[in-house]
């Protein structure tokens, strides 16, 4: 065995050890110029929404070396999460990776194993973990060291899963031979343009290009003020997340179920979105521990209920008594919305005249209007 086969054989051995399948490795440098291009057009046209980091991150996404100036060399990992579609407790719907542990920790804490294990091998002296949340263009890294292809929707398509698999990379200060899949396992969209048709939206305005401003998952898990109201309708069930222009894509049809190993939060079989309205922070954090459901925090949660509600036509006496009595202004705003969508009158002219937010009064007023 030559010492390139001999480092890349302990490499998987090791990944193996902690539960991971190294997808590829490649040597870490500048994007090429035209996806670097891209990146740049993408933050300045505004697609971003309110997510600032990634326009600030801009010069790090496109040279990892801005940002860790020793790696030399990255391993790519991709973990299937398949699973049956996930809702609270009589409805809400949630996006399949937040329906058990949270990615964040269980990728994170394994490639910080792998580390570990490079390091007593030789095969690296610092190396950082990787996985969403650090500056690094996670998909134009896979889809460089061929894990997997591009799809319209602008996810990686992996040829086993198609879109559902969750990326991770380790930054190590040492150069590894590079690895990659063959070519011949990538397909492409062709002609499909599902996921564009099923956006309820329009964020995928174009193939390949997302405006994460209107993206359901943006709106529900990364805005921090009022959701648009000319978009609350379109988040229908969506009450965290969105995998619409997943589930419509059929590169994911034998991708199995690996809900065993991500398991299920019991909130889920515990909790109604009547209840989200009502929950103090204590318990928001108990029931949603080691979940990435925390992101948004309690009044995201509960302003994303309100508006599900709303779309569903239910929760009046819950809806009434957040509008009356929840102590965040967004809660109370959204809460009017939705009992304005039911036809709730008489208790939004209840609260009209003792509210004493301005937004939350001028969300009444609009509520009235709209019954
Ligand atoms: C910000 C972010 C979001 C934002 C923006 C999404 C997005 N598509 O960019 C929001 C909150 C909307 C989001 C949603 C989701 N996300 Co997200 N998100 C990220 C994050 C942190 C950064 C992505 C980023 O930099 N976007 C910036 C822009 C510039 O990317 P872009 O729109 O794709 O732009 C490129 C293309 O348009 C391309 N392009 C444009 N035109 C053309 C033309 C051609 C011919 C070509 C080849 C290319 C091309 O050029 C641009 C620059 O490269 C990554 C993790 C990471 N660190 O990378 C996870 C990540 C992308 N998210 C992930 C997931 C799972 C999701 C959701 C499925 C979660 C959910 N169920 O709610 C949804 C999917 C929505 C969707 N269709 O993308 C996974 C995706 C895994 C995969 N298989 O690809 C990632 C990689 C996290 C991870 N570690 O696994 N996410
Ligand atoms: S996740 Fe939902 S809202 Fe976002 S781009 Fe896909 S279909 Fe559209
Ligand atoms: S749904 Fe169709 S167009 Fe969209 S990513 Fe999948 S194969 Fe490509």
């Not at 998987?12 to 399948?21: D, K």
């Not at 990728?107 to 095969?123: C, E, F, S, V």
């Not at 492409?188 to 343009?193: A, I, K, P, R």
């Not at 229908?236 to 034998?254: A, K, R, S, T």
Request: glycine letters at 8%; aromatic letters at 8%; proline letters at 4%.
């Amino acid at each position: 065995m030559t010492s390139e086969n001999q480092t890349l054989a302990t490499l998987h051995e090791a990944a193996a050890e902690v539960g991971l399948v190294v997808r590829a490795t490649q040597k870490v440098g500048a994007l090429p110029n035209t996806t670097r291009t891209r990146l740049r057009q993408w933050a300045l046209d505004g697609r971003a929404g309110e997510m600032d980091y990634l326009v600030s991150n801009t010069p790090l996404l496109e040279d990892p070396r801005a940002w860790k100036s020793w790696a030399k060399s990255m391993v790519i990992v991709a973990l299937p999460y398949a699973r049956e579609a996930g809702s609270f407790r009589g409805g809400g719907r949630v996006a399949r990776y937040a329906m058990g542990r949270d990615y964040h920790n269980l990728i994170g804490k394994r490639l910080i194993r792998l580390g570990k294990r490079l390091r007593t091998a030789g095969l690296a002296d610092d190396f950082r973990a990787c996985t969403d949340a650090a500056p690094i263009a996670e998909r134009e890294w896979a889809i460089e060291s061929r894990v997997g292809w591009r799809g319209k929707n602008t996810l990686v398509l992996d040829p086993e899963y198609g879109p559902w698999v969750l990326l991770g990379e380790l930054l190590v200060d040492q150069y590894l031979p590079e690895y990659r899949a063959p070519k011949s396992r990538w397909a492409s969209c062709g002609t499909c343009t599902r996921c564009l048709e099923v956006c309820p939206t329009g964020a995928l305005d174009s193939a390949w290009s997302i405006a994460a401003r209107l993206c359901l998952s943006y709106l529900t898990i990364e805005l921090n003020g009022a959701i648009p109201t000319e978009l609350r309708s379109a988040m229908g069930e969506w009450v965290f997340g969105c995998d619409l222009c997943l589930e419509v894509c059929p590169f994911g049809d034998q991708a199995g179920d690996h809900s065993e190993e991500w398991g299920r939060l019991e909130a889920f079989d515990q909790l109604r979105l009547e209840d989200l309205l009502s929950l103090d922070e204590a318990s928001f954090l108990q029931y949603f521990q080691g979940s990435p459901i925390r992101r948004p925090g309690r009044a995201g949660l509960a302003r994303n209920a309100c508006v599900v509600l709303g779309n569903l036509g239910r929760g009046e006496a819950e809806l009434a008594k957040a509008l009356e009595t929840h102590d965040e202004p967004l809660v109370r705003g959204h809460a009017a919305w939705a009992l304005g969508q039911i036809g709730e009158r008489a208790a939004l002219q209840a609260r009209w005249s003792l509210e004493s937010d301005r937004q939350v009064r001028s969300e009444i007023e609009a509520a009235l209007e709209a019954c």
